[in-house]
């Protein structure tokens, strides 16, 4: 009876399937576009390779706001330079490497239609996106007290 319960628990309904795999997708393409850009080696401005501007923060204070360096740290890990792309953004090394690990979970679970092992839990996301905040404001104090 247990494995029944904990079956139904894995379902996916067929609207939350092409919403599941819509984000399988999402995320590829933003490692894909990660793994087209090339990693700019101040550390910052990868995403001016797109035409937008600098940042602004940057550009009205003179100082790298808790951003700065995050696509710049996705165009490293994608070519697997965790070491660059920890020192120039280590929140954005972080969502880098949950977006590769969550890629397969999410296009696995929506093919098949159930849940490769735990359903998502929104407490641990919501804890997973303020451990990942806390981490670029952290960063950011260091960097602003130039260390």
């Not at 092409?18 to 393409?29: I, N, P, R, T």
């Not at 035409?51 to 940057?58: A, D, M, Q, S, W």
């Not at 697997?80 to 696995?108: D, F, R, S």
Request: net charge positive; with cysteine.
């Amino acid at each position: 009876m247990a494995e029944t319960s904990n079956s139904a628990a894995n379902a996916i309904s067929r609207g939350s399937r092409l919403l599941v795999g819509g984000a399988a997708v999402g995320l590829s393409a933003l490692l894909a576009v990660a793994a087209w850009l090339q990693p700019d080696p101040q550390g910052l401005g990868t995403h001016q390779q797109f035409g937008l501007p600098p940042c602004t923060f940057r550009v009205l204070f003179g100082l790298p706001c808790p951003t700065c360096g995050m696509t710049t740290a996705w165009a490293h890990l994608v070519r697997g330079e965790l070491g660059a792309a920890l020192q120039v953004n280590a929140a954005g090394a972080l969502l880098a490497m949950l977006a590769v690990a969550a890629v397969p979970w999410l296009t696995g679970s929506a093919a098949t239609g159930r849940w490769l092992g735990r359903p998502p839990n929104a407490s641990v996301v919501a804890w997973t996106a303020a451990a990942i905040s806390l981490m670029a404001f952290l960063q950011w104090g260091v960097r602003l007290k130039g260390g």
